[in-house]
């Protein structure tokens, strides 16, 4: 499988990232820049209530609603965190590496809150789970700092092995090596990407996690709740870390600076792939000269339609999302009504587990596929969902058709999900539900046009419009374009963008800042 990452840094939004499986859009991300309360984040936080019905707490870390954290989100070692929270506000010299603190017992799996955590109580917390809907951030103590082959757990002993390592040997292997190269009081976690990588490398990147939990330790000792102590990396770099694989076969970005953190990034986590990060600068944007907004435009809505001319029908709701499969005109085959089911059914599967991916479904899912009556067919559908949802980073749980017919899927939500609107407003109301006369059209360009050479002394304009507005305009031995040059003595730049719709206007400056008009 070819996969191909594109990141747009000239959207709304500050950088999108699209990830391609052989050409197939299968994950869209966006990274605002405000990387406040994202999952991984380190936070030294307030305890404002405990409630004992719950078994949990709400607590401050500078959220509009506080954070939930949960008894069993604690962690074993709670109350040997706490006293090095406690022991490092107050500078005491008990070290980053723990070497002078003597551990706690481990809290009771069964205990209750109430007797560990008090109001007013500092905590030093990671977030789980970002802010989702009405929600606050989902916090817990159990913290760990990844890297892109390992993840270092502070307070714990323990070394596991990514599950997908299969070879008996080479978890053999990375167990002896990490086990010698590991700090005192620090579990390890060894992600699938460290199979047969060096002790090198692998301790390199050990050496930068410990760095970063020293790091942690010297904010800790001056910090005053609410406070981010540690954050996680971009979203960006983030992505690259957790995904990158020698099936990468080029990065795309269409910003000289980014390009260069990426080539910089990926050279410092993977060498040998540093030259499949190129940039792009073509005329349109990265996302519409290689065809992702006419993907993402296709993939997003209540209505999502297949080659196989079946489509989806996906609904959310705030307690979990449903989606319908419909067989659409691939009824009028000439196949049997099993057979075509089959088909229609495992062709879905496919379908759904992308849209998991894109849309970033969380919670509970309920797919109601076309009846089977075959047990062995229903079986197949079942492999066949399992199977094209082993890619998913996700955590994920798939439970057997039902008598009914249905399949329930729980998904990890740890971020908002994502949802584009892919409706577009009116070309004729504008979404008012009245119309601006469009024989007026031209002159409304010619009027800003005027305004903005003359009040506003711009010395050249750019104006984007619709591409049948844009060939109005410069088309003929004697186009509009060519007379507002003998008119103003100036240039005019007229570009067409397809994503707008008939009558709307933008105006750019010779730096490309739209300008209000």
């Known amino acids: ?29 966006q990274d605002d820049g405000d990387h406040r309360f994202s999952v991984g984040d380190l936070y030294l936080g307030r305890v404002k209530k405990v409630m004992a019905g719950l078994n949990a707490a709400f607590v401050d870390i500078g959220y509009e609603k506080d954070a939930f954290l949960h008894y069993l989100d604690l962690g074993p070692q709670f109350k040997s965190l706490s006293k090095f929270v406690k022991s490092g506000m107050s500078n005491q010299t008990i070290g980053p590496l723990f070497e002078n603190l003597s551990f706690e017992k481990e809290i009771d799996k069964n205990g209750k809150i109430t007797k560990i955590l008090a109001a007013n109580q500092n905590v030093l917390v990671q977030i789980v789970k970002e802010p989702i809907s009405t929600k606050g951030p989902r916090i817990g103590c159990e913290l760990s700092l990844a890297g892109r ?35 005192k009081n620090f579990g390890v976690i060894v992600r699938t990407v460290a199979e047969n990588k060096k002790v090198a490398e692998l301790d390199t990147d050990l050496s930068d996690l410990v760095k970063r939990w020293k790091t942690c330790y ?32 080029s990065i795309f970005v269409d910003d000289k600076t980014l390009y260069e953190e990426m080539r910089s990034y990926i050279k410092s986590i993977s060498p040998e792939q540093e030259k499949i990060v190129k940039f ?3 005329k349109t944007t990265i996302f519409e000269h290689f065809g992702i907004d006419k993907q993402i435009k296709s ?14 029908v996906i609904e959310h709701t705030e307690a979990l999302h449903v989606i319908d499969v419909n067989s659409g005109s691939r009824s009028n085959s000439d196949a049997d009504q099993e057979t075509n089911a089959l088909a229609v059914n495992l062709d ?120 049948f507005v844009e060939a109005f305009l410069t088309k003929g031995v004697v186009s509009i374009q060519n007379k507002w040059f003998l008119r103003y003595k100036k240039r005019v730049k ?23 008009t």
């Open 1 to 29: 499988m070819n996969k191909d990452l594109y990141i747009d840094s000239t959207s709304s939004v500050d950088v999108q990232m699209a990830l391609m499986e052989d050409k197939k859009l299968v994950e869209l991300n």
């Open 280 to 282: 792009f600068s073509g």
């Open 494 to 516: 007229v570009k067409s963008v397809s994503s707008y719709h008939l009558t709307e206007i933008r105006f750019f400056n010779k730096n490309e800042e739209e300008i209000k």
């Open 149 to 183: 082959f390992l993840v270092l757990i502070p307070f714990n002993d323990k070394i596991s092995i990514s599950q997908k390592i299969a070879s008996p040997e080479e978890r053999n292997r990375l167990k002896r090596l990490i086990q010698s190269i590991k700090p």
């Open 299 to 312: 993939s997003f809505g209540k209505f999502v339609t297949m080659k196989s001319r079946a489509y989806l």
């Open 348 to 467: 879905a599967a496919e379908e759904i587990a992308r849209q998991l991916r894109l849309r970033d479904m969380g919670g509970i899912i309920v797919v109601d596929f076309i009846d089977l009556y075959s047990s062995e067919n229903r079986k197949k559908l079942y492999q066949k969902l399992k199977d094209v949802m082993a890619d998913d980073r996700a955590k994920h749980k798939i439970l057997p058709p039902s008598r009914f017919g249905l399949v329930q899927i729980t998904r990890q939500r740890v971020r908002p999900e994502m949802n584009i609107a892919t409706a577009e407003k009116c070309p004729s109301c504008n979404g008012t539900g009245e119309i601006q006369p469009t024989i007026l059209l031209i002159d409304t360009i010619e009027q800003n046009i005027n305004y903005l050479f003359h009040e506003q002394n711009e010395p050249s304009l750019m104006v984007c419009v619709h591409p």
């Open 218 to 249: 010297e904010l800790l000792k001056s910090a005053k709740p609410p406070k981010k102590v540690l954050g996680e990396i971009s979203r960006t770099s983030a992505m690259l870390r957790d995904i990158l694989n020698a099936s990468f076969n």
